[in-house]
């Protein structure tokens, strides 16, 4: 059956069927989880109120799903660095105690927030990295008992590095050369033999004589650590993980680290009742100030029966193994996951198109349901003949367009208020242009407060983006830093400049107001800049919020307006050209969907 099917019947625009969630119910028995402290609620506000001002809107999917009672580890996606553990505090009404890396748990400023919110530290090896003496230059594998081993050249294997020794556990990456990590089968044959477990995929490297640097990541024993989180979940708590390792842009999850079964399963096996809760975190352009995102809660489950008792009788790999696929499935019934960022947006632009004109902006619900039908659609029948052609003319299009400097969105604007308005588009026009002009002014001194504060974050921004690019082998443009940057560049220079502007203003009023002055004009001279001070927090929120309201306006009238430019009534009859298209293309798959579900030998 094509994943198509449904979005035909759904084309009113709301395919909340496809997404509406039951409450779980929680057993009598369970004890309540732990209150919020003060210092953890004060943090919440703070993250919301952070929140708030950075993005436009944040929907929050399904929350009632979230069990009130008992141990539960919420699993997410790691999509925005930092912002996705505020995104998770903000939205959750439980308590949360995050896996952090020590690195950023020793970190100032925000290994003090994690202290608060009492975050799990957990050393990870490529944060405590060692470069090694020497090069490997070739990667032997004995094909007829499947193991394999690195000859070095100048190595001390049998030495180590540093103190860290070549043990069994630990792993070797390259420095500018193989990708991915080789593991460590055991200790060291010789100073330039090391054993390694067979590499899963082809190391996509040719070696020279000179050889590859490389780096030892340690055997790191996180015993402890699973410790605190059992001790965590013995009391009804809840605890947060990213099990990707390091957040990323690839715009699909990469392959889950096996921590999270650990954490579950030995959970379990203790006898603890710990539920497991899928979190979706969506960011609609993650980097950009004004974005939009979503906050999607799955369905909580359990460690199956036969996993916990598998760990319990010593096969560990194999439940740990079966449990993370589970986790994995989950999470992307609350994500949307395409190969790359290009095909991500091409299916946005195919969703478009297909969406009624009729129809105002999705909710984050709607876009969340269209978006997975998509993409699982197109998943299915991707290298179809008609698909591929499809898709070739979805990319024309956009060529198009992005060469004559117009958007889709644009152009479906400028569809929508035709249908919507007809006659009364000018009226609309004139509506929005007068929103403009009026909200223009009142927003203008708090954007001229706020620039500088907003200028130099993103000048730190950008070059933690730099660098967390040249430092990763998983990111693809690096913007899943950018915005977690800004965020704690501008918490650090919002209260300097407020303070600044609040010295200005005492100054001021010290040499505006004198002694003929009345009593009442002279307590100003510590009211006002008391009031400023007090008074930025809201002022600046207020001021983005109406600084929104004028930009949209503002868009909405030029785009209407420029409707009848010879490039806009080229490009709004292409649209349709390629609108009617995509729409008949995904009638058709609906129609082969019932055709093969009525007679089984339709291929």
Sequence with gaps: MSTFSGIAANSGGDPRSSDVSTASSSSLTELKAPGLPWKYRCIRAIFRYILQVFFRRIDVLNKSVLPTDGPV???????????????????????ISFMIAKKSYDRPYIGDVAKALCAVPVQRPQDIAVKAEGTIVRIEINEEDGTAKAIGLGTAFTKGVRGEAFQKGGKLVSIKGWEGELMIAGPAISDTELPLKRPRAPLNYTFTAEGCPFKLLPKVDQAAVFEMVYDVLGKNGTIGIFP???????????????????????????????????????????????????????????????????????DTRGACGELLEIITDSLKKVTVNTPDYASNKQLQTVRRLFQPDNVRNLTGRQYMAYNRKFIA???????????????????????????????????RLIDRVQIKWGWMTSGYVLTHLLITLLAAPLCIPGTILMFPVMHFSTKHAMKQQAKALAGSKVKVGAYDVVASEIVKWAVT???????????????????????????????????????????????????????????????????????????????????????????????????????????????
């Design 244 to 314: 990707e390792g390091g957040s990323h842009d690839q715009g699909h999850l990469i392959p889950l680290k096996a921590g999270v079964t650990i954490m579950a399963l030995g959970a379990a096996a203790q006898g603890t009742p710990v539920k497991i809760v899928p979190v979706g975190l969506t960011y609609f352009h993650a980097h950009r100030f004004r974005s939009i995102a979503v906050t999607q809660f799955g369905q909580p489950f359990k460690c199956p029966p036969h996993l916990v008792e598998k760990y319990n009788t010593g």
């Design 493 to 603: 220079y919002a209260p300097l400049f407020w303070i600044i502007y609040t010295i200005a203003a005492a100054v001021i009023a010290e040499v505006l107001i004198t002694d003929s002055h009345s009593s009442a004009v002279q307590t100003l001279e510590w009211l006002v800049p008391l009031l400023i001070f007090f008074g930025m927090p809201a002022f600046c929120f207020y001021g983005i919020r109406l600084s929104d309201v004028a930009f949209f306006s503002h868009k909405k009238w030029t785009v209407v307006a420029a409707r009848n430019s010879p490039t806009g009534r080229r490009l709004l009859v292409r649209r349709k050209e390629v609108q009617q298209k995509v729409r008949e293309f995904v009638m058709n798959q609906n129609k082969l969907s019932v055709s093969s579900q009525n007679n089984p030998n339709v291929v």
């Design 377 to 411: 659609g197109f998943e299915e029948i991707q290298d179809k003949p008609q698909t591929i052609e499809l898709l070739k003319t979805v990319d024309e299009y956009m060529t198009e367009i992005a060469a004559a400097n117009w958007l889709d969105k644009e152009l």
């Design 73 to 95: 580890i919420l699993v997410g996606n790691h999509a925005n660095q930092f912002i996705d553990g505020m995104n998770l505090v903000a939205s959750s009404p439980r308590p």
